[in-house]
């Protein structure tokens, strides 16, 4: 009989948690395990509290598997609200991988996004980050040339989204 998992649970919480500051500890072990430093472009936990900071959860029953953030890029549009984002510090805990933890995230993150009238949402991965380029390919981002600190760097590849 196949175990059953409680569902996920998308949340945005202070990223300033012990069990929190595991899972970002993972993220930057996992990509500094692949990259030279100057490649990684981490947001540390007291950027990820700044105003312009959604930081995501996602918990299996009351415990954090994964996390994520959308940093409002502020004073695009006419009304001085944000049009477009930036997906940041995307990690799901190695053991629930597979699980759907990050595809929930995406679905979350999206949809505050629309309700606060961002237009598009842009990320940048790693070359090396096959599965998360998989994963944001299968959820409709495209693949755009290198943006602000990420151009000129050799492990960078850069997608983006319009959203409805």
């Given at each position: 009989m196949e175990r059953q998992h409680p569902p996920i649970?998308?949340?945005?919480?202070?990223?300033?948690?012990?069990?929190i500051e595991r899972l970002l500890d993972g993220s930057s072990a996992y990509a500094q395990s692949l990259y030279p430093p100057e490649s990684n472009f981490l947001l540390d936990v007291?950027?990820?509290?700044?105003?312009?900071?959604?930081f995501y959860v996602a918990r299996d029953g009351h415990?954090?598997?994964?996390?994520?953030?959308l940093v409002a890029d502020v004073g695009m549009g006419p009304d001085g609200a944000p049009e477009r984002g930036e997906l940041k510090r995307?990690?799901?805990?190695?053991?629930?991988?597979?699980?759907?933890?990050?595809?929930?995230?995406?679905?979350?993150?999206?949809?505050?996004?629309?309700?606060?009238?961002i237009r598009e949402v842009v990320l940048?991965?790693?070359?090396?980050?096959?599965?998360?380029?998989?994963?944001?390919?299968?959820?409709?981002?495209?693949?755009?040339?290198?943006?602000?600190?990420y151009v000129?760097?050799?492990?960078?590849?850069?997608?983006?989204?319009?959203?409805?």
């Open positions: 649970a998308i949340t945005v919480e202070s990223p300033r948690q012990p069990e007291a950027t990820l509290e700044r105003p312009e900071v959604a415990r954090a598997v994964g996390i994520a953030a995307m990690f799901v805990d190695p053991d629930v991988r597979g699980r759907g933890v990050a595809a929930a995230l995406l679905a979350r993150i999206e949809a505050d996004a629309v309700a606060r009238g940048e991965t790693g070359d090396l980050h096959h599965a998360a380029q998989a994963l944001y390919t299968s959820h409709g981002y495209r693949e755009i040339p290198q943006f602000g600190q000129g760097e050799p492990h960078s590849v850069c997608f983006a989204k319009t959203l409805r």
